[in-house]
């Protein structure tokens, strides 16, 4: 049971794939797969700095504000060119994560207070750096390269897969991953066993706000604009796809993987509601919903899970 559990998000992924395909025709053309793959590409990397948050049982709510933030100084900085904009907008995210880290374990700030502050003030700055409207000067063309293809392949399906890659290496292979989900796990034994906890954390924050930005980065070059309300709800969104993807929302448990699964899983819902015409003022109900059934089941996995282990 425990085992068929921990392949849910894969069996709801697959059994979702199939539905799609008997209900549009234009499901499983190449057009479509490759818009599929280019929506979950965005929430995706930033998903994956969400996952490692919520490893530690915290939570970004900053993240599309990051991206908004982001998406306006890379179209406002094209004159430094790809390599400088997107350092700078590494830095932007690095140190927006930084500040709520510190927020976080310094002050002692709850994370769902201090990065709820933090996406009111990043979405404030960026209106009013942009007064409201979009940064309309030229994109290059080299920039815009970066979000186009290679033989055939969208370059943000590769970013996706090799994000992925790294998150799974830095959490299964080095030893921050395991003082990632001992902090989750619980703070007080990590400390006991020489985990620096705040540095984690501070860590794991930093990363996600430097992911959000390289997102919102790539946001502009694939609409060639800076668009001031972009990234919004994919704070919701990046949450919902780590624990479709069945991490434990208070930390400690979860997977890379899963997260993976977790974003496939949430490009077709929604790419199947564009291809069925459902109302735009639906879908996010449709979202909250899954939300809170996977945050039930999971819940309810775990709980049993522990019971039984208590009981052995």
Known sequence: M????????????????????FLSDSFLTVKNLINLIQFAAETGIIAVGMAFVIFTGGIDLSVGSTVALAAVIAASTQQLGVPGVLGLCVVLG?????????????????????????????????????????????????????????????????????????????????????????VGGGEETARLFGVKVEKVKLMVY?????????????????????????GQSFELTAIAIVIVGGTYLLGGRGTIGGTFIGAMIFAVILNLMNLLDVSAYIQPIVRGLIIIIAALLISRSFAKNKKTAESA
């Open 206 to 230: 930093t990363l996600s706000g430097i992911l959000a930005a390289l997102a919102g980065a790539l946001i502009t070059a694939r609409i060639g604009m800076g668009e001031p309300r972009s």
């Open 2 to 21: 425990k085992r068929l559990n921990n392949q849910l998000p894969l069996i709801t992924l697959i059994i979702l794939v199939i539905v799609g395909s």
């Open 94 to 182: 690095a140190l927006i994560g930084i500040i709520n880290g510190l927020v976080i374990t310094k002050a002692r700030v709850e994370p769902f207070m201090a990065t709820l502050a933090m996406m009111a003030i990043v979405r404030a700055v960026t209106l009013w750096i942009t007064n409201g409207g979009p940064v309309l000067k030229p994109v290059s063309a080299s920039y815009q390269a970066i979000a186009g293809d290679a033989f055939g392949i969208p370059l943000p399906a590769i970013y996706l897969v090799v994000i992925f890659i790294l998150g799974y290496i830095l959490l299964r292979r080095l030893p921050f991953g395991r003082h990632v989900m001992a």
